[in-house]
């Protein structure tokens, strides 16, 4: 279990606090525009099973490693350490 995990693990109140927080943004229609997109993509290349994120990048929809698809200065706006 990783840093953040074991943190709201230990504090039940901080995680009911991130918890309704991250409710709230994924009901935004932006995020939830942006997950269809990749869901419908991701169908479309059958690319479900393959342990790849598809990333948001300048160059369009690329196939990207988990690890690598936490933000990336070159591409999108993003600190990976802010996003685990």
């Known amino acids: 279990?990783?840093?953040?995990?074991?943190?709201?693990?230990?504090h039940p109140d901080s995680r009911k606090k991130?918890?309704?927080?991250?409710?709230?943004?994924?009901?935004k229609p932006k995020q939830v525009d942006k997950r269809?997109?990749?869901?419908?993509?991701?169908r479309k290349r059958k690319g479900y099973h393959d342990g790849l994120d598809l990333a948001h990048t300048?160059?369009?929809?690329?196939?990207k490693t988990p690890t690598k698809n936490r933000g990336s200065k070159s591409d999108m706006p993003g600190?990976?350490?802010?996003?685990?």
């Open 18 to 27: 991130h918890e309704a927080y991250q409710a709230g943004y994924n009901k």
């Open 36 to 42: 269809v997109e990749l869901t419908r993509e991701n």
């Open 58 to 63: 300048a160059k369009g929809l690329v196939k």
């Open 79 to 84: 600190d990976r350490r802010a996003r685990g």
């Open 1 to 10: 279990m990783k840093r953040t995990a074991k943190f709201y693990a230990s």
